[in-house]
């Protein structure tokens, strides 16, 4: 069996580092092309960047070229900050490659919204409809036979697994959801900025983008099949915390009937009960980040209290893993046609 050769532009970020971790011991794919920004005008050997891959990956990064992506690869990897993957997806997929973009650019299909909630104008949006928000648990048919494939956000990632059962179920209301969410430093790129600093950020804590995050339309988006309502609501409340990788979301709902814990277990076990990342914790057994460390899982605990008609949902993943680079593997696998688990356990 011939192996899929396998290309990453933006390979010097942390998710980049990830997708290298992961493919390189992945039997089915050929890492034959790592890119970076035009910084790098000559081909640096990797393990000059990153001395943990010395010996096993003999590669340089170099400076990104379309033209080298197209004759090198079948499918690339886009891990790129924002707004720099919608000049370039046109050419890779017109070149006949497949696309999966770990950032923001495809994954909201109202052009406007990306204006609104990312600050420019989107270049291409002639692709947004083509792009298929690549959420595993939620769309394996579609991304089996996408050539563009949006990979979530992180965030949207555990707030979403932790919703869409329930919102389906009628359990609970789609309006008024409240979601209070814990990142790790990883989660900002691996960027030179003086509030990411140590000394900043050790035995420190604090909110951002409150209720102005990138990722609340896009989770408004995707539960939007799962009601009927006219609308979908939240107030959502990042912070970032002094760990290296890691979410906690933890996510307020209001019940819309009356259930017992039993009957919302039920519903998720169903919901999820062929997917092979989601594990449901028994009562009273609430996950920590260091449980999914280093894993593409996500964890799932809930607490119902029946006198307020509350649901309270914790959800935990690794933000570099199945908030981005794992699950761009559990996508790459399901377009490749290979089982969905295939170097990710």
């Known amino acids: ?15 980049g580092e990830e997708l290298i971790r992961i493919l390189q011991h992945h039997p089915f794919v050929e890492l034959t092309q790592l890119a970076a920004s035009a ?30 992506f197209a004759q090198k690869s079948d ?7 924002h707004g720099l993957s919608m000049d370039l997806v046109p050419i890779l997929l017109r070149a006949g490659l497949r696309v ?29 409809a083509e792009a298929v ?19 979530p956000g992180c965030y949207a990632t555990s707030v979403i697994l932790a919703v869409a059962p329930l919102l389906r179920a009628g359990m609970v209301e789609p309006t008024g959801m409240i979601v209070d969410a814990k990142s790790g430093l990883t989660g900002a790129g691996r960027k030179a900025e003086t509030s990411l600093m140590f000394a900043e950020m050790n035995e420190n804590l604090w909110a951002y983008k409150v209720n102005h995050h990138q990722h609340q339309p896009e989770i408004q988006q995707a539960l939007r099949p799962f009601t009927t309502a006219q609308k979908i609501s939240l107030c959502f409340v990042p912070h970032v915390v002094p760990l290296n990788r890691g979410i906690f979301s933890t996510i307020y709902l209001r019940l819309a009937r009356s259930c017992r814990w039993e009957d919302i277990d039920s519903v998720y076990r169903d919901f999820y009960r062929d997917t092979p990342f989601v594990r449901m914790r028994p009562a009273q057994s609430w996950p ?27 959800a935990v993943i690794d933000n570099l893993t199945k908030g981005a680079a794992g699950q761009a593997v559990q996508n790459l696998n399901l377009m490749a046609g290979w089982s969905e688990t295939m170097g990710l356990l």
Not at 100 to 118: A, C, E, H, T, V
């Open 39 to 68: 910084k790098w005008d000559r081909p640096v050997p990797l393990a000059e960047v990153f001395p943990r891959f010395a010996h096993p990956l003999d590669l340089a990064i170099e400076s990104y070229d379309p033209q080298t």
């Open 133 to 151: 928000y690549g959420l595993s648990e939620l769309n394996r048919e579609s991304i089996a036979q996408a050539r563009l494939v949006a990979n």
């Open 288 to 314: 920590k980040v260091s449980d999914v460390a280093g894993t593409n899982f996500c964890d799932l605990a809930f607490t119902v209290d029946t006198d307020q008609r509350l649901v309270v949902v914790g």
């Open 75 to 81: 499918i690339a990897f886009l891990v790129l900050p």
């Open 100 to 128: 999966i973009d770990l950032g923001g650019d495809f994954r909201l299909k109202d052009p406007s919204l990306f204006n609104q909630w990312y600050g420019r104008v989107h270049g291409h949006p002639e692709f947004l």
């Open 1 to 15: 069996m011939s192996k899929l050769r396998i290309a990453i532009a933006g390979a010097t970020g942390y998710a």
